[in-house]
C-alpha cells in the first residue's frame, strides 16, 4: 500500500484494498463536439483544457492525458508539452506515458522545480509513468522498459500495463485473458523490484476485447466488464494494488449508448474491487475520440458508481429504531421535517450535476435541455472561469526556460474579459 499524490495533498489516493478511484485516459486523436458530431484534431491547449475541467469536477479522482495533441512534431517535445500541460492543468495526481527515456530525465527536472527540489518530489511524487511495459503476448517492450527504469530510480510510482486484447493478442477465452495480462503483470512487479527494491507500482490489468467480426476493440462490451472485473479480483488475490479501464464506450458521441455502456461498466468494475479505474470521463469511440462536455456527464455516472460502491450499512442508528417511534407515535406521521432526514440527504445520497429530475411540465418551460446541451453549459463555464494556479508564476518561467513549452502562457489564465467581469 502506497500514497499517489496530488500536487494538493487533498487530492491524494490510496489505491489499495477496498479504495476505488475513477479518471481519464485514453490519449485519444480526435475530439468531438457533442452537439454538432464534427470531429477534429486536439492541440496542446485542448488537452490543457481537459485538464483544467478534471481539476474541477469533483467525481474525477485523477488526470491521465485524454487527447494526444497532434499540433506538435517532435516526439520530445511531445513527451515534455503533454508533461506540462497535465501538471499545469489540475493539482489532482496525474499520470503520463513517454515515449522514449531520455524525455522521462527531462521531465523529472520539470517536477523538481515544481516540487521545490528533488528531494521534495520524491517526498510526494505527483507524477505517475503509465508504461505499457509489454508487447501481448508475453514480450517486453524494449524502449518502454528503458522509459520505465528511468522513472522508477526517478521515484515516480509506475502503473505496469498490459493490454491484451481478447482472441486478437491474448487467447480468445475470457479466462485465459485474463491470465495472460497478470502474468505480464507479475513479470513486470519482478522487473520493477530488480531495477528499484520496494518500487511504488500496481498492476495495469488492461484487458480488452475485439470485436470478432471486424478485429477492432470494443470498449463498451460486457465482455470487457467481466474481463476487467477478473483482473480487479485477481489483483485483490494477491493483495496488490491494480488500475483497469472501464467505460471505453464504443459510441462517437456522448449519447445513450455512451450513457448505457459506461454506467452499466463503471458499476459492475467499481464493485469488484477497482482501485483506480482508468479511462471512465471522457473517452468516445473506442478510445480514439474525447469530449470536454462528455467530461461532465461522466462524473455524473461516476458518482452514481461511487455510491453503489458505498453500499448500505446495518445497525441500530441505521435502522433508526426510535426515529420511526417518535414520528408515528409522537410525530406528524412523515419523516420529511425530521432533523434525521435533513442530516442524511446532505450526506447520504447522490444529487446529479447536469442530469435532470424536475417533472415533464418543469423540464419544457425551462427549455427543455438535453443533458449534453446542460454539460455544454457546464463545460464551458469550467473553461471560461477555472484557471488553476498551484504553480507560480516564478516556477513556471524557469520552466519555460530550461524546455521548449509550446502552451501559450496566456492560455493558463483567464483573458481580460473575463477578469473584469469576475
Known sequence: SFVICGQDPRHDIEPHGTNVYFGTGGGTIYIVDPLTGEYSKPGIRDLYDYARITDAL????????????QDIESVDDLDINICYACVRGTAKPVGVSWYFAHNVTRSLEMFHLIAGSEARWRERPFVSQNCAFTVSPLKFAQESCRAMEVALRGGMPVQLASVPQAGATSPVTLAGTIMQSV?????GLVYANLVQPQAKVYLGLWTLVSDLRTGAMSGGSPEMALLMAGACQM????????????????????????????????????????????????????????SKAGLVIDNDIIGMALRTVSGIKVDREELAL???????????????????????????????????????????????????DRAVEKSDHILRTHYPDH????????????LNIMLPLEATRPAISETKKG
Open 58 to 69: 469533483e467525481n474525477i479522482h485523477f488526470f491521465q492525458r485524454g487527447a494526444t495533441p
Open 322 to 372: 426510535e426515529v420511526v417511534k417518535s414520528v408515528n407515535l409522537e410525530g406528524p406521521g412523515h419523516y420529511l421535517g425530521h432533523p434525521l432526514t435533513i442530516e442524511r440527504m446532505k450526506r447520504d445520497f447522490f444529487y446529479p450535476g447536469v442530469g435532470d429530475r424536475q417533472s415533464a411540465q418543469d423540464w419544457i418551460d425551462s427549455g427543455s435541455l438535453t443533458v449534453v
Open 183 to 187: 502474468a505480464e503483470c507479475l513479470a
Open 235 to 290: 489483483a485483490r488475490f494477491y493483495d496488490l494494488p491494480n488500475a483497469v479501464a472501464s467505460g471505453l464506450t464504443d459510441s462517437k458521441i456522448p449519447d445513450a449508448q455512451a450513457g448505457y455502456e459506461k454506467g452499466c461498466q463503471h458499476t459492475f468494475i467499481a464493485n469488484a474491487g477497482g482501485n483506480m479505474i482508468y479511462g471512465a470521463a471522457g473517452p468516445l469511440a473506442s478510445i480514439t475520440a474525447c
Open 391 to 402: 504553480i507560480p508564476d516564478s516556477v513556471d518561467q524557469r520552466i519555460r526556460e530550461r
